[in-house]
């Protein structure tokens, strides 16, 4: 399987706030850098934090444990947003996977420990 990008649901607080509070983001030790969005659903406002062209570095996912995203955030925000609970919309963390085709999207979710 390909995973050419990964998005995850934020408060849109921390799509809008500056300076963002994810420092810096990894996937099995490699340097990705996010981008941010905004959708509206059913009138409900919510925020998009992705990372694209996962292809680049991992052209197939890996075998052996497959796509670890670490994330170093700030330790001061003004919108909350420095915590997994505090960035993630909801009671826990959504995400899905896209290839290149964007034929497969698979949705899943981490619990907030």
């Known amino acids: 399987m390909t995973v050419n990008t990964i998005e995850m649901i ?3 607080s ?3 706030e500056k300076p963002k509070a994810i420092r810096k983001a990894t996937i099995n030790g490699v ?3 996010p981008y941010y969005s905004q959708k509206v659903l059913n009138g ?3 925020g998009i934090l992705g990372f694209s062209r996962l292809t680049d570095h991992f052209p197939v996912v890996p075998p052996a444990g497959g796509l670890y995203l ?3 955030m700030s330790r ?3 919108s909350g947003c420095t915590t997994p609970r505090g960035l ?3 009671p826990s963390c959504v995400y899905s996977l896209f290839n290149n085709e ?3 999207c698979p949705a899943s979710e981490a619990a907030l420990g």
């Open 10 to 12: 934020i408060n849109p």
């Open 14 to 16: 921390c799509v809008l």
């Open 31 to 33: 340097r990705v850098f």
């Open 44 to 46: 409900d406002m919510y």
């Open 70 to 72: 670490c994330l170093a």
């Open 76 to 78: 001061s925000s003004s």
């Open 88 to 90: 993630c919309f909801g």
């Open 102 to 104: 964007v034929t497969c």
